[in-house]
């Protein structure tokens, strides 16, 4: 799993790991530790003797970490966990019962969770000029969100939160594109995992709650507006022609424009969020996003050395 200064979360995290984990099941543990500043990594050495943690030097994209834990892992799946997710009994079995199940999956994403314990949206169709004329037409969870249900189905991708993947067809497709720092990571890898004729699933049978914790900071939202249009950008110049990159611009520009002036009159919503998205939707490479946050906060951690290119990895004592 990834961590960043979640160090209550990823405890209890790696509690429910313990407390569900199928019996006779042979597995590891890792955590990669996103150069957190709050004991997260000391804390798991002394609690949890049998996980290896992996300490990045400086604060790196998702992908990077991502990455970085696959190709540590030794087996021949890998369970994707945000430090903030709690695994519900029987959940772990049937992601792997699903992959096994099926032997063109390569991925199965698990039902999330809310704090209050009920199901959000958790898988969709992939990006592209149908979703987005879709969330114009506000027709999006009709026609767009592919979560749900009672069992096992093909969707066009699933978050990572909760994801079990087929190692060798992480490999095979190239692993996951560290041009994402943030965002749009999920959707353009398993969208190469559908190119080279895989499938992916999502699971409701497994249940996750997932808290959120990126989302409670409140003074970085804009950062993360910011991000998510850029990285959205790249998912569509990577994957679309350039008209249609143009007009996906302007669809998603217009769906957000329209609930910023609803939420003049809607209570509980914040217009200034949804003008932000509308300008960034058009003009994606403005802004602060979190790689910058990010690269400010190492320059800060290293007094203004040179931040150093890659990570450490230091195995827990048993």
């Not at 050495?45 to 996980?51: A, L, N, Y």
């Amino acid at each position: 799993m990834i961590n960043t200064n979640g160090r209550d979360f990823l405890l209890n995290c790696l509690k429910t790991i313990r407390r569900t984990h199928p019996a006779g099941l042979d597995h590891e543990v890792i955590v990669v530790d996103n150069a957190s500043d709050d004991g997260s990594a000391a804390a798991v050495r002394e609690r949890f003797g049998d996980v290896q943690v992996i300490e990045q030097d400086r604060r790196a994209g998702i992908t990077e970490n991502l990455n970085l834990l696959i190709r540590h892992a030794r087996g021949r799946f890998v369970l994707f966990l945000n430090e903030d997710s709690e695994l519900e009994p029987g959940a772990v079995q049937a992601l792997l019962s699903a992959l096994e199940a099926d032997g063109r999956a390569a991925a199965a994403g698990a039902m999330l969770l809310d704090s209050d314990r009920r199901p959000t949206a958790c898988a969709w169709r992939l990006p592209g000029l149908g979703s987005a004329l879709a969330g114009a037409l506000f027709l999006h969870r009709w026609l767009v969100t592919q979560s749900g249900g009672s069992a096992a189905h093909a969707v066009g991708w699933v978050r990572s939160a909760a994801l079990l993947i087929r190692s060798e067809v992480a490999a095979e497709v190239g692993y996951f594109d560290q041009d994402y720092f943030f965002y749009g990571e999920d959707p353009d890898f398993q969208k190469r995992l559908h190119d080279a004729g895989w499938r992916v699933l999502h699971v409701p049978e497994a249940r996750v709650v997932h808290h959120e914790q990126a989302a409670q900071d409140q003074a970085a939202t804009a950062r993360r507006v910011v991000q998510f249009h850029r990285s959205r950008e790249l998912y569509m110049r990577k994957h679309h022609s350039r008209p249609t990159v143009v007009l996906i611009r302007v669809l998603t520009a217009w769906s957000y424009a329209v609930r910023a002036l609803a939420a003049l009159i809607l209570p509980g919503h914040s217009p200034a969020i949804y003008w932000l998205h509308a300008r960034q939707a058009i003009r994606p490479w403005q802004g602060i996003g979190m790689k910058e946050g990010a690269d400010a906060y190492n320059r800060r951690r290293f007094g203004g050395a040179q931040v150093p290119a890659r990570s450490s990895s230091r195995k827990a004592s048993s």
